[in-house]
């Protein structure tokens, strides 16, 4: 399995500390530099005229679509996506050096995160031992795994930023074969504040 590591361009205590763990487990990696919207004028930012999102919002989702874009370039059947800001959750059912051997062989997305509740349309579909087929998703992009097939739908139909990028992959949940694991691999670590609404 491949890691792409979302990290801001500057040395700072939640870069070193993604960079750390990632490490630690041995896979292959790469870091894709986080993009600092909040630099760009309001008109500069690729998004539709008279938009809601925040600018940290935008550097966000173009940030993930950056990974896509190299899971594409690579022609990798599929791979990992993190934030830097991800730490590992206590009792999973397998690491993410251990997911390959029990992945389902026909998924496009499989949400990696705890579910805080916040998005009241997810459901699941279908139950599993370790992975459970679902409708939408549980909101947040702090780890998942995601296909070409969906990587390449996203590029080619989805360049302009009109909602953040976990309700996008919420919306594009009945255009593919969506998972979460029973039990979440990564979560949020809550002492580095949020790139995206600037705490």
Known sequence: ????LISMPVNSPRRESGLRQIKATGLSFEIVD??????WRKEELPCE????????EVGCYLAHLHALQR????????????????????????????????????????HLQRDCGWNPD??????GKYFERIHGTPWGTVGYLISQRLCRLILRDHTLCKLPIDKLFDQLSPEGIFYRTVKPLVGAHNGFGSDVHGT
């Open 34 to 39: 986080g993009v600092q919207a909040r630099r």
């Open 122 to 127: 997810f459901k699941v579909l279908e139950g």
């Open 49 to 56: 005229k008279g938009s809601w999102l925040k600018p940290g």
């Open 71 to 110: 899971i594409v370039d690579y022609e990798m059947p599929w791979a990992c996506v993190l934030e830097d800001d991800f730490c590992y959750e206590a009792n999973p059912d397998f690491g993410l050096v251990e997911i390959e051997s029990y992945l389902p062989t026909d998924f496009d997305y499989v």
């Open 1 to 4: 399995m491949h890691v792409f």
